[in-house]
Each structure stands twice: as structure tokens, then as C-alpha cells.
């Protein structure tokens, strides 16, 4: 089945993890799709494996806080495939920093990744982006996915800098699926729990040491508080981006959908 044949995608942090796990699966569905990443070689890399062929997927070096590069990457896409249909905002970093760190570097970084960098994408992405307005409200429609997190809908100790970009994410969908719904575009965010991921690996790593046990250690207390008692694998969170990025999910916008093994229940 091809449910996204020749729509065009840009997902953000594409290189590794969940953003490669996205690009895969709307690649699988037909659409041609653009990675962008700040490592030029991971990217190209990530392209090939999805791609071995070459034409469908187009791997970019460029830095969501870099104006310039975003203009620069979405020129690109716009020249090679015309416009874009779907976003997928997913470049992110995390960094654990108690609030009594006078490392302010780090802590805005987390927040100009996450959250200026969504909106600077964001914004660039919409002057390309085709308007679809059908009589009965359904039909093809331009698709902006935003990937928070649970610690969009909760907070964590040490993680105030990425907690507050996570719940700003949610805002600015919300926000922005009001402001755009008269072109029929939809804005959504998914809120992940633990994913099988080098950040999710990094979080482990940092919380254990913070408290004085092992990353396994922790990990295991961590999946004790997830009720299906595991982590979640990078290709449960895309095939819920393929649901928002078709015509199925034409009624739902100004959502954010938890997947986290029932971790967040309300």
C-alpha cells in the first residue's frame, strides 16, 4: 500500500533514531522525503540504508537554528520535488542541568533547538506548503507533526530546560493548528515515552550516575513505572506519524497524543 504516494516530507533530526524511523516509514508509503541533521555523514549515511537506490530520500546537512541553513534546506527540497506536505519537527537535544548550574549556554540551547528551532522550520516550511480546502472537509491536506514528549505533560528533576521546551511544543501546536486550519493544514504533536534511542540511552545514563546506580539499573527502575512494562521501539512512534500525515486523520488537529505505554494516563 502506498497511502502517501508522492506527497513530499521533510523530517528534522532524520539521521538516527526516531526521526530515521520516520523517514523510513513514509518512504515505505510512497512519499519522497528529505533528512536533515547537523552531521552531514550520519545523514547521508541514514539516506542509503533507507534508500539504496537513491531518488526517494534526500539527506541535507543543516542546523534548525540556523536560519540561513533551514532557507537554504528547504529551497532544495522545493526545487527538487515543487513543495512540501508533511513536516516532521523532530530534531531535538536534551541535557540534564540542576537549576543551581550556572550553565545558561547549555540550557537555552535546549530550548533553541527544540523549540525555536521548530518554529524557524515550521515557519519556512508553510510558504511551501500547498492549501487544500475540499467541500466535505476531507481529502488531502497539508500535515505539520511536532514530536514532544511525556515531559511535555510532566515534570522531571534536572530537566527544567527540557521539560519547558516539550511543554512549549504542545502550546505552539495548539497555537499554530488554530492559525492555519483555514487552509486545511493540520498541526498535531506526539508526546513519546521511553524510546529505544541514544537520547533515551544518554537520559539513563546521566539520571543513574546523578543518583548513584548504573544506566541498567535505572532503566529498570524507569520501566517499572511504564505500565506494559518496555520501552517503546523507534517504529511505534512512525507508524503514528503515517496515521497523522494521511487523509485519515483529517479530523483531528491541535492534538497531542501520548504513546507512552501508559505511562501518562490523563
Known amino acids: ?31 519522497k522525503v528529505a533528512i536533515c541533521s547537523r552531521d552531514g555523514e550520519a545523514v547521508r549515511a541514514a539516506a542509503d540504508e533507507i534508500s539504496p537506490s537513491g531518488g526517494r530520500v534526500l539527506a541535507i546537512q543543516a542546523d534548525v537554528t540556523n536560519t540561513s541553513n533551514i532557507r537554504a534546506m528547504v529551497r532544495e ?20 542541568i540542576p537549576i543551581d548550574s550556572d550553565d545558561d549556554t547549555r540550557w537555552l540551547e535546549v530550548l533553541n533547538v527544540n523549540v525555536v528551532g521548530t ?30 514528549s511525556v515531559l511535555g505533560r510532566f515534570g522531571v528533576p534536572a530537566y527544567t530546560a527540557y521539560c519547558t521546551a516539550k511543554h512549549g511544543i504542545i502550546g505552539f501546536t495548539r497555537a ?3 492559525e492555519v486550519v483555514g487552509r486545511g493544514i493540520t498541526v498535531n504533536a506526539i508526546c513519546p ?36 512494562r518496555r ?36
Open 193 to 228: 515515552g521511553w524510546v529505544e534511542t541514544d537520547m533515551a540511552a544518554l537520559g539513563m545514563r546521566e539520571t543513574g550516575a546523578a543518583t548513584g546506580i548504573t544506566q541498567e539499573e535505572f532503566r529498570k527502575q524507569a520501566l517499572a513505572a511504564v505500565p506494559i
Open 77 to 96: 527540497v522545493v526545487a527538487r520535488w515543487g513543495q512540501i506536505h508533511i513536516l516532521v519537527n523532530n530534531a531535538g537535544i536534551n541535557a540534564r
Open 1 to 31: 500500500m502506498n497511502l502517501l504516494h508522492d506527497r513530499v516530507g521533510l523530517v528534522t533530526g532524520g539521521s538516527r533514531g526516531i526521526g530515521k524511523a520516520i523517514a523510513k516509514a513514509l518512504a515505505g508509503q510512497g512519499t
Open 231 to 266: 520501552i517503546l521501539e523507534p517504529r511505534e512512534i512512525a507508524d503514528l506519524v503515517l496515521y497523522l500525515a494521511s487523509d485519515a486523520s483529517a479530523g483531528m488537529t491541535g492534538q497531542a497524543i501520548n504513546i507512552c505505554g501508559g505511562q501518562v494516563m490523563s
Open 119 to 148: 518554529y524557524r522550520v515550521t515557519r519556512e516550511v508553510l510558504r511551501h506548503m500547498p492549501s487544500h480546502i475540499q467541500p466535505d472537509g476531507r481529502g488531502p491536506g497539508g500535515r505539520i507533526i511536532n514530536i514532544s
Open 176 to 178: 499554530l493548528a488554530l
